[in-house]
Structures are given as C-alpha cells and as structure tokens.
C-alpha cells in the first residue's frame, strides 16, 4: 500500500467552480501534512500547511482528519490561474528516518 | 536571496555510465532532501541529509548514494544507470528535518539512453 493515496483526477471544471481534492495516509505516526502545487515542468511549492482545527488561506481551505487519516482540500471560486497539479504531502519519521511522501498528484485543469 | 541551485539543469547519460547531480540549499538551510519524479508520478523520497548525516533514506537500490559538505550542499551519485532512471530528480532545503517547508529547486532532467 503506498504511504500517500490521491483521487486520480484528473479535474476539468468551470471558471468559478468549487473543487474538493482527497487524500488518504498509511501512517497513523505521521507527523505534519501539506498540499504542494506543481506547474507543469516546474518545481512542486507549498500551497498551505494542514491542521487539525483545519486552515483557509483566501479561497483554498484544507482539513485533516487523524482519525481517518484523511486530507482535503477545497478551492472555491476556481481560476484559470489554478490549474495545476496538486500534491497531498506527508512528513513521516519511521523505520527509514524522515521523510516527505508524496502522493502522486491530481491534476486539475480551470476552463474558461 | 538565492533559492535551491540544482545543476546541471539537463543531462543525458548512456546506460552503465555513472552521473553526479548537485544542489545548492538556500543559505541557512541544514537540511537537504533528494527526489526522483518520473513523469506522470509525485516525487518520490530517496535520500534526507540533516548536518552532514544520513537522516532518512526512501526505497532505492544502493546504486543511489549522496553526501552532503560542511556547506551543507549535496551531491547525488547514481551509478550503473539504467533506462528507468529516465527522471526529474529535485533536490529540497528546509531548515530542519522538522516537518516544516521543503523549498524545492527546478531539479535535474535526467535523459538515459
């Protein structure tokens, strides 16, 4: 079972849409969540930090749920400036030391 | 405030020969993280260098080695190449193994034929 698991997409919506993007973890030690953006041939960048008490940053909003170790999230209002791939990010110290898992990306495409 | 500096930025390389890649963490940063991305894929973890050590290392064969200098910038070695090595590989600086921000460079596109 892979560490990090995302919907496969991939997502073509309207302009001005709400998207929601999914994302299951194997390691119930993990420590730290992220959604990273990637640019098509470019480098993966932070998007938003992910927390429990869950955090919105303008129009993205991400939740976590430890629970079910389950990540969300949700775009509202979409642009075209969105499109992208999103990446559901996961800090684990295990057997191998530290390490960022990645899943392995949903992308999304935002349609005029 | 000069980011992650990868280079080279392209290379091609024949199968069975040796490659280096190497990375420049943005200053301050201790920590450097190397990733292979093939296309299609999320970056997947290879190798973690915290203060010169060994910190964490992904699932990859021992043909895949790095070090990290005193600079604390880091070098990727992977030797016997094979066609599947085909890849972007990035490498990321944060200031600790904390969990906190990778900053990612632009990476190494690595062509073996």
């Known amino acids: 079972r892979k560490e990090v698991e995302q919907d496969p997409g991939p997502f073509n919506v309207p302009e001005g849409a709400t998207v929601a993007f999914n994302c299951t973890y194997s390691n119930s030690a993990s420590q730290s969540f992220f959604w990273y953006r990637q640019d098509c041939r470019k480098e993966p960048k932070l998007l938003m930090s992910?927390?429990?008490s869950g955090n919105e940053d303008g129009r993205f909003t991400a939740q976590l749920n430890r629970a079910s170790q389950y990540i969300s999230l949700l775009i509202r209002d979409s642009k075209l400036s969105d499109s992208a791939t999103y990446l559901c990010?996961?800090?684990?110290?295990?057997?191998?030391?530290?390490?960022?898992?990645f899943g392995k990306g949903t992308s999304l495409l935002v349609t005029p | 405030d000069a980011g992650v500096t990868q280079s080279p930025t392209h290379l091609i390389k024949t199968r069975g020969q040796h490659v280096t890649l190497r990375c420049s963490p943005i200053s301050g940063h201790k920590s450097v993280s190397w990733y292979q991305q093939v296309l299609g894929q999320g970056p997947q973890f290879i190798f973690q260098?915290?203060?010169?050590?060994?910190?964490g290392r992904g699932n990859f064969p021992d043909r895949f080695s790095a070090r990290q200098f005193p600079n604390y910038s880091s070098e990727l070695n992977v030797n016997a190449l094979l066609l599947g090595d085909s890849a972007l590989y990035l490498c990321?600086?944060?200031?600790?193994?904390?969990?906190?921000?990778?900053?990612f460079g632009q990476g190494t596109r690595l062509t073996v034929v």
């Open positions: 990010v996961v800090y684990t110290n295990s057997n191998s030391g530290y390490a960022l898992n």
């Open positions: 260098y915290y203060e010169k050590e060994e910190r």
């Open positions: 992910v927390y429990s």
């Open positions: 990321a600086s944060s200031w600790s193994t904390g969990g906190g921000e990778a900053f």
